[in-house]
């Protein structure tokens, strides 16, 4: 079994900074937090501090307990010199393969040879980047959700090359900060969330668009007849048009599923992003 001590999470933008909050939260890592961006890190220290200044003030958190896990992720700009002292990396760059790519093959030249290297990507599996690193049985997918302090799934996706010993470090790991891991057994796109949910608001688009329900009655219907906190069109809305519709073309162009239907393609188009612009399946006056 492998013994992880010491984390580094690569990227500290939405997913990357709650990652290493959540991980230094547990108080059992040493956790470095890399960004290759100017200003970042200190973008990402300002947010998490506002995070747990509100968890204090709702009594969830003590003073000390939250400036003691502030305090202990360290700041690095050097991926290659933190990676050298990482048993466990995380990356959670941008979802471009190219800037991943390039950032798996550093892991593999500089982090120790028996580190682990897990990519939070949402989309890419990590059969793409496991061999440029040379170590393809020390990768897996370990897929956070948004917030992460708040969100306790964690998908750890075995590649086909992965170690049995490398999953069960990942699903321990993930254990011991707090977060409940699954296992998805052979990679598919979109792993588990995603595919049921992608399932779910493409139905729900097609009722709209052939005009058997509004988006309102579709998301009222969801929520008293399935209990889900939100429906398709809110949840559509909450996490921006624009990121549903390219992980649909992605999805397509990957050989699986439909297109994105011509509804979703026009809002898009039209700026009618959700929440975010003020406008999408419903109106979010400022
Ligand atoms: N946002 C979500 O809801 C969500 C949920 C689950 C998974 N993900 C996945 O997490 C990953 C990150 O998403 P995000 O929303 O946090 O993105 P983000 O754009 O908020 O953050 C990405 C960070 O990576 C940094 N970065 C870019 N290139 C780098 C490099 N070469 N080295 C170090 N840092 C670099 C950027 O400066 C930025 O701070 C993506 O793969 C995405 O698919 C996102």
Redo the contacts with the bound molecule.
């Keep these: 079994m492998h013994e992880l001590k010491r984390v580094l999470v690569?990227?500290?933008?939405?997913?990357?900074?709650q990652i290493a909050l959540q991980t230094a939260l547990s108080g059992r890592y040493e956790v470095t937090l890399?960004?290759?961006?100017e200003g970042?890190l200190e973008?990402?220290r300002a947010q998490n501090t506002r995070l747990l200044d509100r968890s204090v003030e709702k009594g969830r958190l003590t003073k000390e307990a939250a400036s003691k896990a502030l305090g202990s992720i360290k700041d690095s700009n050097d991926?290659a010199g933190a990676a050298a002292h990482a048993d466990l990396v995380i990356?959670?760059?941008?979802?471009?393969f190219d800037?991943?790519q390039?950032?798996f093959k550093?892991l593999g030249r500089h982090a120790g040879k028996d580190a682990i290297l897990a990519?939070?990507?949402?989309?890419?599996a990590i059969s793409r980047l496991a061999d440029f690193t040379g170590r393809p049985e020390l990768c897996c997918n370990m897929?956070?959700?948004?917030?992460v302090t708040v969100m306790q799934l964690c998908e750890v996706v075995r590649g086909p090359k992965t170690a049995e010993a490398t999953v069960e470090a990942a699903m321990e790991f993930v254990r011991s900060i707090d977060r409940t891991p699954v296992l998805l057994q052979k990679e598919i796109w979109g792993f588990i969330v995603n595919r049921i949910l992608f399932a779910a608001s493409e139905e729900a688009l097609r009722l709209l668009e052939g005009g058997y329900a509004s988006a309102e009655d579709i998301d009222t219907a969801v929520q008293k007849g399935l209990n889900w906190p939100m429906g398709p069109f809110h949840l559509l809305d909450f996490?921006g048009l624009d990121?549903f519709y390219g992980a649909m073309k992605d999805r397509h162009r990957q050989g699986e599923g439909a297109d994105a239907p011509e509804l979703l393609r026009k809002l898009v188009e039209e700026g009618h992003l959700g929440r975010k612009t003020g406008k999408g399946f419903f109106d979010y006056p400022k």
């Design positions: 690569v990227g500290a933008g939405t997913m990357g900074s890399a960004d290759s961006v970042q973008r990402a991926l990356e959670a760059v941008v979802e471009d800037v991943k390039a950032v550093t990519s939070n990507s949402s989309t890419i897929h956070f959700f948004h917030p996490s990121i």
